[in-house]
């Protein structure tokens, strides 16, 4: 996963946040205005990049967890078809001891009848 610079009008702060930039400076028709909401994006953005920096700092063996969470997506994960094997899944390790059940559960999962019942045995 690596960084690539986006400008600061790509970026996406979220819809209260740009709603909120837009009505600033119809209040305040000023090129001052457009300066601080500019000011304000800027800032948010250098958060934003000392947030994702952490992040990869801090969990390096967590991030492969999370990139492959997407795996486990009913539209992946029931498919019969084209679905990953178990032993691609990164996260089994937090399977432990019960890690044979893991594996017999995952591979029971797109024979499920998800809309009745309990789907596995505790």
Known sequence: MGWEYIYIHQVDFGVSFLTACNKF??????????????????MFM???????SQVMC???????????LSKLSPVI??????RP???ELSFI???GNNIRKT????????????KGGTPFDP
């Open 25 to 42: 400076p119809q209040q305040n028709n000023s090129v001052k205005a457009h300066l601080e909401i500019k000011n304000v994006k800027e």
């Open 46 to 52: 250098s958060m934003l990049e000392e947030v994702f």
């Open 58 to 68: 801090r969990l390096p063996l967590a991030r492969d967890t999370y990139e492959t």
């Open 77 to 82: 994960s029931l498919n019969k078809i084209s």
């Open 85 to 87: 094997m178990f032993s």
């Open 93 to 95: 390790y937090h399977a």
């Open 103 to 114: 594996e017999e559960q995952y591979r029971q999962m797109p024979f499920v009848d998800w």
